[in-house]
């Protein structure tokens, strides 16, 4: 992720002698000790959005580290994978404690990492607790050997085994440090296999916190390991070294590593970029829809892959919604406490920030209108942007289809459920949507027209994500494969089929009865006595 550079050079306690740490170098060396990185490793100082200070120099792997990694990584699967299910979920449950126990310490390192607000960071806490407990409590039933029809009843007995690839390899994001790491890695713990894990440098001490978390628990070495570096080089290393690969970020980074997996023929899970739209019908309490519009839009300081960008409001409501959606939006309090004091943070870099401030401008200049914020609050940080909310925006602006992944959502009006369907589903993307309406049956109907991968009703994104026996995953350009549920645990693994076939040899010196005594009736006679076991098979209704 990029920084400005010379506000790293102001702040880099290398160059600048009145520069300090955000956090003492003597707190933060446990941690840091456990990245995989050669003695004399290069280092990535990481800075905190909430002041622009340095947190951290984080020793930086080399493709030669992950292939180390990778060596020691095999080694490890294999006595992990053959260990009974139950101490792998022992872990996991094991987890699930400490992670609230711990909840203070992992808060802070989120929010210094991330500058996210500190109500935003405790939902990354919650995440962990529910996916720790959800793969405790069901990997048991998701990995079962499954029993289905077999050739020929009685004769055949077919079973679809699930075993582990082997190692998986994670290449996580900035935006939610501790969920989009620890939350992918507990499943592919538990289905037996090893991870290596990149996390984005910004935010490697929440990751590497989370991986003490994993031994604590519990957790054989070598079986997690964090390797730090640029997605290029380190996350390309990785991708090169795993048997699946699981990445979140970008579209167009979401491709290339689509590309060199299918290279290597190595599945991959992809979540990549969302315009997530919200429909408001005419029959809503307005009050209770811009409190949740507020949420979904603005949550994560709207770094966040599911959050709404577009909100289409039917007109009988529209003026009404509008009203109360920017009343709402102006009352957030932005700040930079570790405490639960704002509702909003800061954005997470001066890239991020460029971004945002270049889509705004933007769409100004192309004729909308702001109806809230708009405004870079330098008093309070480098990096905090108001939540804003604009009309008026024309199809010409960057910001009508482009993610802006910030506190930046357009609002449009509309005529019916017909326009508002239609104009949800005018985008290449297709991760999250949200529809708001008194009429549950009338929503549930309108929600499996959009398309998108998880569709919220009266809700932004809370009720998908959480409900953690379902899939979460896009469609078109926002990605492939699945995390959460039973297809989030299947995505690392390997399927295999063991059918067995009984009776062939017959028994106490008898006669078999096996397939081999069809084939036995000659070329010209068995497919007519097939014909007929198939015909009697329909008849008696077998699948």
Same mark, same amino acid.
């Given at each position: 992720?990029?920084?400005?550079?010379?506000?790293?050079?102001?702040?880099?306690?290398?160059?600048?002698?009145?520069?300090?740490y955000?956090?003492?170098?003597?707190?933060?060396?446990t941690?840091?000790?456990?990245?995989?990185?050669?003695?004399?490793?290069a280092?990535?100082?990481?800075? $905190?959005?909430?002041?622009?200070?340095?947190?951290?120099?984080?020793?930086?792997?080399?493709?030669?580290?992950?292939?180390?990694?990778?060596?020691?990584?095999? %080694?490890?699967?294999?006595?992990? %994978?053959?260990?009974?299910?139950g101490?792998?979920?022992?872990?996991?449950?094991?987890?699930?404690?400490?992670?609230?126990?711990?909840?203070?310490?992992?808060?802070?390192?989120?929010?210094?990492?991330s500058?996210?607000?500190?109500?935003?960071?405790f939902?990354?806490?919650?995440?962990?607790?529910?996916?720790?407990?959800?793969?405790?409590?069901?990997?048991? =039933?998701?990995?079962?050997? =499954?029993?289905?029809? !077999?050739?020929?009843?009685?004769?055949?007995?077919?079973?679809?085994?699930?075993?582990?690839? !082997?190692?998986?390899?994670?290449?996580?994001?900035?935006?939610?440090?501790?969920?989009?790491?620890?939350?992918?890695?507990?499943?592919?713990?538990?289905?037996?296999?090893?991870?290596?894990?990149?996390?984005?440098?910004?935010?490697?001490?929440?990751?590497?916190?989370?991986?003490?978390?994993?031994?604590?628990?519990?957790?054989?070495?070598?079986?997690?390991?964090?390797?730090?570096?640029?997605?290029p080089?380190?996350?390309?290393?990785?991708?090169?070294?795993?048997?699946?690969?699981?990445?979140?970020?970008?579209?167009?980074?979401?491709?290339?590593?689509?590309?060199? %997996?299918?290279?290597?023929?190595?599945?991959?899970?992809?979540?990549?970029?969302?315009?997530?739209?919200?429909?408001?019908?005419?029959?809503?309490?307005?009050?209770?829809?811009?409190?949740?519009?507020?949420?979904?839009?603005?949550?994560?300081?709207?770094?966040?892959?599911?959050?709404?960008?577009?909100?289409?409001?039917?007109e009988?409501?529209?003026?009404?919604?509008?009203?109360?959606?920017a009343?709402?939006?102006?009352?957030?309090?932005?700040? $930079?406490?570790?405490?639960?004091?704002?509702?909003?943070?800061?954005?997470?870099?001066?890239?991020?920030?460029?971004?945002?401030?270049?889509?705004?401008?933007?769409?100004?200049?192309?004729?909308?209108?702001?109806?809230? !914020?708009?405004?870079?609050?330098?008093?309070? !940080?480098?990096?905090?942007?108001?939540?804003?909310i604009?009309?008026?925006?024309?199809?010409?602006?960057?910001?009508?289809?482009?993610?802006?992944?910030?506190?930046?959502v357009?609002?449009?009006?509309?005529?019916?459920?017909?326009? $508002?369907?239609?104009?949800?589903n005018?985008?290449?993307?297709?991760?999250?949507?949200?529809?708001?309406?008194?009429?549950? =049956?009338?929503?549930?109907?309108?929600?499996?027209?959009?398309?998108?991968?998880?569709?919220?009703?009266?809700?932004?994104?809370?009720?998908?994500?959480?409900?953690?026996?379902?899939?979460?995953?896009?469609?078109?350009?926002?990605?492939?494969?699945?995390?959460?549920?039973?297809?989030?645990?299947?995505?690392?693994?390997?399927?295999?089929?063991?059918?067995?076939?009984?009776?062939?040899?017959?028994?106490?010196?008898?006669?078999?009865?096996?397939?081999? =005594?069809?084939?036995?009736?000659?070329?010209?006679?068995?497919?007519?006595?097939?014909?007929?076991?198939?015909?009697?098979?329909?008849?008696?209704?077998?699948?």
């Amino acid at each position: 992720m990029a920084h400005d550079p010379g506000h790293a050079e102001l702040h880099d306690p290398e160059t600048d002698p009145l520069a300090t740490y955000v956090l003492e170098p003597d707190d933060v060396r446990t941690l840091l000790a456990r990245v995989v990185a050669s003695p004399g490793a290069a280092t990535h100082t990481s800075y $905190a959005p909430f002041t622009g200070g340095p947190i951290a120099a984080v020793p930086l792997s080399t493709p030669d580290d992950v292939a180390r990694a990778a060596r020691r990584a095999r %080694a490890a699967h294999r006595l992990w %994978a053959a260990r009974p299910l139950g101490d792998r979920t022992a872990v996991l449950s094991r987890v699930h404690d400490l992670v609230l126990e711990r909840q203070s310490e992992v808060l802070d390192l989120i929010q210094l990492e991330s500058g996210k607000a500190r109500v935003s960071a405790f939902e990354e806490v919650c995440d962990i607790a529910i996916v720790a407990r959800h793969y405790a409590a069901r990997a048991g =039933r998701y990995l079962a050997p =499954r029993r289905v029809p !077999g050739l020929i009843p009685g004769l055949t007995t077919t079973k679809v085994l699930r075993h582990p690839v !082997g190692v998986v390899g994670i290449v996580a994001p900035w935006n939610f440090p501790l969920t989009l790491t620890l939350g992918d890695v507990l499943p592919a713990l538990v289905a037996g296999n090893a991870v290596l894990l990149r996390p984005d440098p910004q935010t490697a001490l929440t990751a590497l916190w989370a991986a003490e978390l994993l031994e604590d628990a519990g957790l054989p070495e070598g079986l997690l390991q964090v390797l730090v570096g640029d997605g290029p080089t380190v996350g390309a290393a990785v991708v090169e070294h795993c048997d699946h690969v699981s990445f979140t970020g970008s579209t167009r980074t979401g491709r290339v590593v689509a590309a060199q %997996a299918g290279e290597r023929l190595v599945p991959a899970t992809l979540e990549l970029g969302g315009k997530n739209p919200m429909y408001v019908a005419a029959d809503v309490d307005v009050e209770v829809v811009a409190e949740g519009a507020v949420r979904a839009s603005f949550v994560g300081t709207g770094q966040v892959c599911v959050s709404i960008e577009r909100i289409y409001v039917h007109e009988d409501v529209a003026d009404e919604f509008l009203d109360a959606f920017a009343r709402r939006t102006r009352d957030l309090r932005l700040g $930079a406490g570790l405490d639960y004091r704002s509702d909003v943070g800061s954005l997470t870099s001066a890239a991020q920030l460029a971004t945002v401030v270049e889509h705004v401008e933007d769409a100004i200049g192309h004729g909308a209108t702001v109806l809230a !914020g708009g405004v870079h609050r330098t008093d309070l !940080g480098p990096w905090f942007y108001e939540p804003t909310i604009l009309t008026d925006v024309p199809p010409e602006a960057r910001l009508f289809r482009e993610e802006t992944f910030g506190p930046v959502v357009a609002v449009y009006r509309v005529a019916s459920d017909d326009e $508002a369907v239609a104009a949800m589903n005018d985008t290449e993307f297709g991760l999250n949507a949200s529809i708001w309406t008194a009429d549950t =049956r009338r929503g549930a109907a309108l929600a499996a027209r959009v398309r998108a991968g998880t569709v919220n009703v009266n809700e932004g994104y809370v009720s998908t994500w959480g409900s953690m026996a379902a899939p979460q995953g896009g469609v078109g350009a926002s990605g492939l494969g699945h995390r959460h549920g039973r297809e989030g645990l299947w995505e690392t693994t390997r399927v295999q089929t063991v059918a067995v076939q009984h009776g062939v040899h017959g028994v106490l010196g008898g006669p078999g009865v096996g397939l081999h =005594r069809l084939f036995d009736l000659g070329t010209e006679t068995w497919p007519r006595v097939y014909t007929q076991v198939l015909r009697a098979m329909k008849a008696a209704r077998l699948p």
